[in-house]
């Protein structure tokens, strides 16, 4: 079974400047989530979609952050504009089921950004 | 959301075994006790989840003790391949919550 991709890997920008983030789940996932982890930090979760709608963005900085998951399947996570303590590793993760136990999460191996 | 107290850091040599205990004290009913492992450059791996008493898999076993305010996890006979970030998270049973992080704890595994 294929994992979760994640592209780029790397990236590295000015602040001011935009950037996108692709993550592919694993195939027949329902469940897609965006998360944050800083440095020496644990991963803080940034928004979770359920098929192609919304189930929390709470901590979604929305002046600036943006995701969107196309048809149920794909997502992009997007900044614009960067600022330098965006830089981090964002990280992908989707899960099979919508209820019961709780779901295991499968993590893609994360872009890491850094703003300059 | 429960709130997850685990060690910083902890050091081990190959071949120990190794027990790290987590305290989640508000743990609500239809909460679960999760556990993930991260390696450097890595996005974290499920390792092992229960409810109460003790599971155990290939990788690793959880015990949870009956009044289920604290959880420990048991890697047999470590080697230099488990250094690595543990996370313990409370999950709840409803399965659709995102699941939310500490800051873990740091195993070291030395030769």
């Known amino acids: 079974e294929a994992g979760v991709a994640q592209s780029p890997r790397y990236k590295i920008i000015e602040k001011r400047q935009s950037v996108a983030f692709w993550c592919n789940p694993i195939?027949?996932?329902?469940?897609l989530y965006w998360y944050q982890q800083i440095l020496g930090q644990g991963p803080k979760l940034l928004i979770q979609?359920?098929?192609?709608?919304?189930?929390?963005d709470s901590q979604l900085p929305k002046d600036r952050f943006s995701a969107e998951r196309l048809k149920g399947v794909d997502s992009t996570l997007k900044i614009q504009p960067a600022k330098l303590e965006d830089s981090a590793v964002y990280l992908c993760?989707?899960?099979?089921?919508?209820?019961?136990?709780?779901?295991?999460?499968?993590f893609g191996p994360g872009t890491r950004l850094t703003v300059l | 959301l429960a709130k997850t107290t685990q060690p910083i850091s902890m050091d081990s040599y190959e071949g120990q075994e190794v027990n790290i205990t987590c305290s989640h004290n508000?743990?609500?009913?239809?909460?679960?006790i999760t556990w993930y492992q991260q390696f450097p450059s890595q996005g974290p791996r499920f390792i092992i989840q229960?409810?109460?008493t003790k599971v155990t898999n290939e990788v690793a076993s959880l015990f949870i003790p009956a009044d289920r305010k604290s959880s420990t996890l048991s890697l047999p006979r470590v080697s230099l391949s488990d250094t690595a970030v543990y996370y313990c998270?409370?999950?709840?049973?409803?399965?659709?919550?995102?699941?939310?992080f500490g800051s873990g704890t740091r195993l070291q595994v030395q030769p």
């Open positions: 508000n743990i609500a009913t239809n909460d679960y």
């Open positions: 195939s027949g996932h329902a469940t």
């Open positions: 993760a989707s899960s099979p089921r919508l209820a019961g136990v709780p779901d295991t999460q499968y």
């Open positions: 229960g409810y109460k």
């Open positions: 979609f359920q098929n192609n709608g919304v189930v929390d």
């Open positions: 998270l409370v999950a709840s049973g409803g399965g659709r919550r995102a699941l939310t």
